[in-house]
Nanobody
Framework: QVQLVLSGGGLVQAGGSLRLSCAASGRTFSRSFMGWFRQAPGKERDFVAAISWNGASTYYADSVKGRFTISRDNAKNTVYLQMNSLKPEDTAVYYC??????????????????WGQGTQVTVSS
């Protein structure tokens, strides 16, 4: 059974930092795109960042460019999201995703097959 287990969410003041981790089990994703998405109350699930299987290519939403960094450790089957200079508008439930369907752009949530359970990130002003 494939599982994506998230950790690292929480409450932080504006300007602070958090690091999210998403550890996969049940199969390896070392040849798969992995991504991060977020969903605020009453809003759609939005793309945050994605990374190719070897980390050579990364993609970011405009709203997080320069503040967030996605990375992965294939030996640990884990993807990370380092979030710096956090803003109140970053408050959301964050999800990791794995295994992008062929031909689907990495910023499309419907393209990912496996999803983590979500972790709350709250940024206070």
């Amino acid at each position: 059974q494939v599982q994506l287990v998230l950790s690292g969410g929480g409450l932080v003041q504006a300007g602070g930092s958090l690091r999210l981790s998403c550890a996969a089990s049940g199969r390896t994703f070392s040849r798969s795109f992995m991504g991060w998405f977020r969903q605020a109350p009453g809003k759609e699930r939005d793309f945050v960042a994605a990374i190719s299987w070897n980390g050579a290519s990364t993609y970011y939403a405009d709203s997080v460019k320069g503040r967030f960094t996605i990375s992965r450790d294939n030996a640990k089957n884990t993807v990370y999201l380092q979030m710096n200079s956090l803003k109140p508008e970053d408050t959301a439930v964050y999800y990791c995703a794995a295994e992008l369907r062929l031909g689907v752009p990495p910023d499309r949530h419907e393209g990912y097959i496996y999803w983590g359970q979500g972790t709350q990130v709250t940024v206070s002003s």
